[in-house]
């Protein structure tokens, strides 16, 4: 069976991840990297970011991402002197190591935040500091939501549907990010949820959800019963029909993201 995993998307990821990349120009605006600092890209993908902050750096830059396939092609796609290594947040063994942390459009895939965290305060120098961008909130793109409604009520797909257990970590608003931060002993300078709003056409939209979300929604996982080929196939064509009746704006769609904003220090 086709599962829709990121090792799945790693093949097709550089050229559809639109939404990550755009939101990842404000969370670079806002670290300000420096040359020759050293930088850690948790949740790297395949490695088009990593590559921008090595541009900008200079210095030692290690990506890391618990897929196989996104690292592979990170390997393929960046300069030789950037380190790649299979690694999940939680698995992070670094100590006093780097200057930045950089986590873009990837801490919503945490199995342990606290852990994750620990982690990141534990890898930076005194004085280095932690990026995340990522979806905010259970709502965090209406869009995407209104196209799994239609799915939980369909007659065919609703009652597997039942059986998905959702693997995204989310927090509703900005204090709670900002005190989970705060707990393991961060100072938080910036933390914003941001409404951004951008037009594309229904299959440009479909190409962003199947970007991220798909790796949630139709992976075998994260269910509690077998899902087939038919499952999947029924669920790609409600979600795609569902994007063709959200393109109210002279053919396309407004694509609405709420995302959080989290600037962290070590003191």
């Given amino acids: 069976m086709n599962n829709q995993d990121f090792t799945e998307i790693s093949k097709r990821y550089k050229k559809t991840s639109i939404i990550q990349n755009s939101a990842a120009d404000i969370l670079l605006d806002l670290l300000n990297i420096k040359e020759n600092e050293r930088i850690l890209d948790v949740g790297c993908g395949t490695g088009n970011l990593t590559q921008k902050l ?85 709502e965090y793109c209406p869009n995407f939501i209104k196209a799994i409604n239609s799915i939980k009520i369909d007659k065919k797909l609703g009652q597997a549907f039942d059986k998905f257990n959702p693997p995204w970590f989310f927090l509703e608003t900005a204090a709670e990010y900002r005190d989970l931060f705060n707990y393991h002993g961060f100072k938080v300078p910036f933390c914003e949820i941001q409404t951004i709003e951008t037009f594309y056409n229904p299959h440009e939209v479909y190409k962003i959800f199947a970007s991220g979300a798909i790796a949630g929604y139709l992976n075998k996982t994260y269910y509690d019963c077998e899902i087939n080929d038919e499952y999947i196939k029924n669920f790609q064509n409600i979600v795609k029909e569902e994007f063709n009746k959200q393109a109210i704006y002279q053919g396309k769609v407004k694509l609405v993201f709420n995302r959080i904003f989290i600037v962290g220090i070590k003191e």
């Fill in 54 to 138: 090595f541009n900008k750096s200079q210095g030692y830059v290690v990506g890391i991402d618990p897929s196989s396939g996104m690292i592979e092609e990170s390997r393929k796609n960046c300069s030789k002197e950037i380190q790649f290594y299979v690694s999940s947040a939680e698995d992070i063994s670094f100590y006093s190591s780097f200057d930045v942390i950089f986590c873009n459009s990837a801490f919503q895939w945490v199995r342990d935040a606290n852990k994750s965290i620990y982690n990141f305060y534990n890898a930076l120098k005194v004085n280095g500091r932690v990026g995340i961008q990522a979806p905010g909130g259970k």
